[in-house]
């Protein structure tokens, strides 16, 4: 399977700042997802970005496929925004998760 | 509200018995697939099943099974449980073009 390394693997941020999370695979793949894990545990899909750059609000993601990596920015961060952000790479039948961005976003 | 049903949400058991997981995948979907994530090892495919047939296999262990119904719910079964099968499963369905969508898991606490 392909490998998945995302970085960095823990941020602590000051609400209100911005940063950015990126997603490196080792191998070409059909399909680049970002998840954030809420503290309940749910998965919630961020973004479905084989390529190319997409907005949400206050998030967007890049990823350049030819070069295998993905970026998810968050900007003027809020403490909702706290948990664990994983990039997924689908490529055959299945997802190769990275081992996710431990986020904590402090009043 | 993903789409994507599981439960239960949460089960506690005893080590050596069996349980059964389930998933409903959103309306339309043939695919489900199940995965589960451990403190240790980290978010883990386990198998698919595409309207019926399984399609792919990853790391699930022979202690467990899948099967999926002619109404595309699917069920995940796990036997003789040990310790270390303490995890949240997660299923996942998805659409072409849209990504893969998550239920919000089964927490599964073996004691």
């Known amino acids: 399977g392909i490998q998945v390394e995302q970085s960095p693997p823990d941020l602590i941020l000051q609400e209100g700042a911005n940063s950015t999370l990126r997603c490196n695979f080792s191998?070409?793949?059909?399909?680049l997802q970002w998840f954030h894990q809420n503290p309940w545990g749910q998965l919630i899909n961020l973004f479905y970005?084989?390529?190319g750059t997409k907005q949400n609000g206050r998030l967007s993601a890049t990823t350049v496929a030819t070069e295998r990596y993905s970026l998810l920015y968050i900007s003027s961060s809020q403490t909702t925004d706290s948990g664990v952000y994983f990039c997924a790479a689908f490529t055959g039948n299945q997802f190769y998760f990275g081992t996710g961005t431990s986020l904590t976003v402090i009043p | 509200d993903s789409g994507v049903t599981q439960t239960p949400k949460h089960l506690i058991t005893a080590t050596g018995q069996r349980v059964t997981l389930r998933c409903s995948p959103r309306?339309?979907?043939?695919?489900v697939y199940w995965y589960q994530q451990s403190l240790d090892q980290g978010l883990q495919f386990l198998i698919q099943?595409?309207?019926?047939?399984?399609?792919a296999k990853g790391n699930i262990l022979e202690r467990f099974s899948a099967q999926q119904f002619p109404d595309l719910h699917s069920e995940l079964n796990l036997s003789s449980l040990e310790l270390g099968d303490s995890a949240l499963y997660f299923c996942a369905s998805s659409v072409a073009m849209q990504g893969y969508t998550f239920g919000s898991g089964t927490r599964l606490t073996v004691v």
């Open positions: 970005i084989p390529s």
């Open positions: 309306s339309g979907d043939l695919s």
């Open positions: 099943y595409y309207n019926g047939e399984e399609r």
């Open positions: 191998d070409s793949v059909n399909n």
